[in-house]
């Protein structure tokens, strides 16, 4: 047993290779079968050809409410020279789908028969033979195929399996998945206070969700802890248990970091390491002829390993290939650089612009849950290659519908929660999708420069005027044409303490030297409304105690406010509220959103002023506080051009 | 209450905006929520936006495996100076997901660390502040939005929202949608024997698997007698536990037909009568601010107006609208007549031929569920045209991949057994599906003349020469680029009851006086070979009592000796063991398929070839029996063009 074979840095086609052709050697990709009700089998895969039981009609069959004739009786019939037909002799009323009897071989429509009493109808048209008469086999003739093998059963296939008097069905069973979430760090959800290190579990979730999208049975194990006896038993058990195992984690070089070790010795390690970025630290082995697959802890490598070779695999035990992704031809908006030696996936978000589709690399953070959430698709930079340059063609696989991709609207900048307001807004009433990327109002200004975004959220002061963002407009982005949109008037201010025990009122406090101050990154809109307001009202910042530490977002000064390694920072209400910490207002800031008018239609551009004076946006935003609408949907600016 | 509208044949946009404006004024599609554990929402649609309740990552984190340390310390590292530091006072090592101490302020890689003793760290690089540290909030910040509302959520959406702290989050609650089969005859499935007139009930499932596709939960009540008070009880009880009630059958004129009254009676009735084919008798009402739906009972009218109508109205009870069909642009095939009055829709299917995708229409006849199973799509002739001719552009509305309709072999023309194996095996292994129609030899020539499929089973004898196939090829498709291959040889024989009581061992029996026998009707291939050999031994058709009599289908002459309404046909062995008759076998016939050439390209074709070889079809068509091999796969003719 135990034949490991450790592999560092496997290019993917080779390592699929590898894996599929020792697990079918292992006999590790079986399919399994079951028998289920038709009713019951929406969805499923069937494992045979099925054939009709019974004809459909199983009898001669009345297409018609009408009655029943014979064909002869009706000769010559015409409105001056009308049959007369009697009951039972000549005619009978039948539904539709009643059986028509031997002795008739046609059915004259209700609405042509005239009643001249009870039991003489009055035919002007004479019926041809077998007219509104189903025959037998119409439909379906017993015996006859209507689904062959590994077609997936549709409403309709049921209807006409039932229809055909096939009540149960063979279908692939689902594959059984088990999925161990290992580490000790992490912790089930619900959780309400969490200790600095603790992660909630996620990934497993994750893909169970991915097992179910691909036709297979999830069973999520307990988490296993950090521990090589622990992780064994884990794996014996699921092994059990399922038709494949998947350990989520551990599968790096970390120091607790025992999956590979573990498959190798319980059975065959057929693979660790794949050439692709992210997702390097993958690992596949097989144990009691079962594949057992170790996908990396960040989300984003953990989804790439999934679907990159979990996929294959699931689909495999059900006699299946994966479908193949939707591809959509589009242009790069940016360079982009990769390693010589991997298969590189970035996730991107798509726009439409005129007749083409441009594609923004998404931040390639391996641990961003919102990367996956935000992107429309996926981007392969082949090994081999050093990188793209901005206009280069490229395919994107999409990760949602192409209608959805037409209905995105990409805000690169600064971000606000009123643009969340507005997102939700857009996507419920005007079917638009609102995707927005946290880069700061400078790298907005750099995104609309590149024309990577739609718009973008800035909030800059020009310290020489106290006006905001006209003249950084007029400086980084000469010669574009933008709109310049109201969304908010928000407060900024001092975050302190719940209950503010160290009495902070305003801007002079922070000179004060027992209150540890924390600051944001040098061009950072706060940074720069903190230096001006400092200015004005003549504070010395070398007074200021911790006028050096920077963070770089709200959030960080905030978070750093709240574990108590400062007193007190600038920010925004919002980062106040997120954290639980106290306001103490200072200034008032304009929060604009810049458009680039070439990339947006006229029809997007009015959903947006639509949504902006929506009452639901307005309640939501004033609801939460710290904002007031008085400029919002305002045109602060137009460029010339 | 009660106010009935009844309306005879109502356009369709017209009927929907009248149901829509009634039910809205009724506050009939009220969307309920519900909230839900996030790890069991795969699939569901957000009540209202969700937001991280954390952030994440929620504390400064270590992006590697490696060691903390302060950036300052490593200044001027370099492998000429490389700096020693000190466990404790200088570093601490991390694993990947660990914090970041708030004294360090960067990690240094584990591979770039050289231990010179347990605790001592050789560095050669200097850090950058904050390398490898995940700043909090870096994917997601504390009460940033991470999906609006009406959103549906898939694995990702699951992974960010566990990642973000959230639990259980509000979703639609699934509308509950009550589907009352009606009708005296229905049967439920799985009854081994059925009398003429009675049907396996087969719509509600049909329905229901409709309803589980758009969002809701079917619950599928008893079959509902054809009498007023057994349909007024069951739509009181299923409007009691559902969202909307659903009635199918019924909704005709036919003599059993109250629905339309009895909700009327009940609740109000909205609408009686859509200007569509199928669909026309639909009805729509309202019962206790619930919408209530009567569609037609034949399977082909029922999808369609469950689609047209039921489903608009089933995501307006989940606050959504129904996504839009995948529309591809076609050239039909040929010529089509519509009514001007009504709102035609047709099924067909698709070929891709060259750079544009031929349309086929269908038979249109509404009880077919193997139309709607082999459909590719649905073409609309809208009121006011009184058809449309062969060549004309239309859009399709796709019901299946365009990767499947891309992988489709069309076979329109006699049908056999055969046909089915070879299509399970090329849908198995060849992923290319056959979809076959079954008009007869002589209409399969006509499709091939037509361009209107890709390739015909046919059995025609000339009887001049005792040849088959070739000589009507050379006479209809004179000119076409075709192909004949040998599919099969098969036995034609009399079908006899079981024991073949009356002793009938060849074509000379039919001539008995007690013998009952039934024809196929001129033209069939069968008729042609019957006429053949009765003319080669001599046998007078005018002393064969029944030769007169004729059914058009194999399966409709088996059925006439099967219901004992005569005592003998001339058949395939399939359609004896089809329905339980002895066979007598007569001869032997070739069952060819012609191929058109230009429609078929090389690779599909190499796969054709495949499939006739492959063992697996071989075993079963023999197993079957009635078969021989001995030409399977042998071109018997191609043309000169």
Redesign the interface.
Known sequence: MARSVYIENMPLDQALTLVMNRLQAGDALRIQEEEI???QA?GRITAE?V?AR??????P?S?M?GIAVRARDTRGASETSPVLLKREQHFM?V?????VP?EFDAVIM?EDVNYKDEDTAEIIVPAVP?QHV??????????????????PV???????????????IKVIRKPRIAIIPTGT?IVE??QET?Q??E?????S??????C??WGALPL?QPIARDDREVLRDAIRQAARQADMVVVCSGS?????DYTAEVIGEMGELILHGLATRPGKPAIVGMLDQKPVLGVP???VSA?LVFELIGQPLIYALQGL?P??PTVLPARLARKLASSMGVDEFVHVNLARVGTEYLAFPRNR?A????S??K?DGVLVIPRGLEGLQAGDRVNISLNR?L?VVDRTILAIGS?D?AL??L??I???KH?LRLAST?VGSMGGIMALKRKETHLAGIHLLDTATGEYNISYLERYLKGENLLLVNLVTREQGLMVKPGNPLGIRGLADLARPEIRFVNRQKGAGTRILLDYLLKTKGIDPGQINGYERE??????VA?AVS?D?ADVSLGIY?SC???GLEFVPVASERYDICILRDLLDEDTLEALRQAMADPEFVAETLGFGGYNLDLSGQVMWRSDS
């Open positions: 009700e038709v009713q929406l050809p054939r019974k004809s459909s009609p199983h009898y069959a297409a409410d009323e539904d539709t789908g009643d059986p031997g209700i077998w189903r025959s037998v086999g119409e439909d379906l003739i017993a015996s006859q195929m209507i689904i062959p093998a590994f077609f549709g409403p309709f296939e049921i209807g006409s399996l039932l229809t055909a008097g096939v009540a149960a760090e959800p619900g969490m600095a290190g992660v909630t579990e996620s990934n979730r994750m893909l169970a969700g991915l179910e999208r999520r790096s070089a970390g120091r607790e802890g960040y989300p989804a290939k479908p193949q953070g641990g961003a849950t919102s996956l959430v992107s519908s209608e971000h929660l969340d307001y997102g939700n857009l996507w419920k079917h946290n963070e770089f977002s709200h959030l960080a978070a574990n390694t919002a509220q997120a954290l």
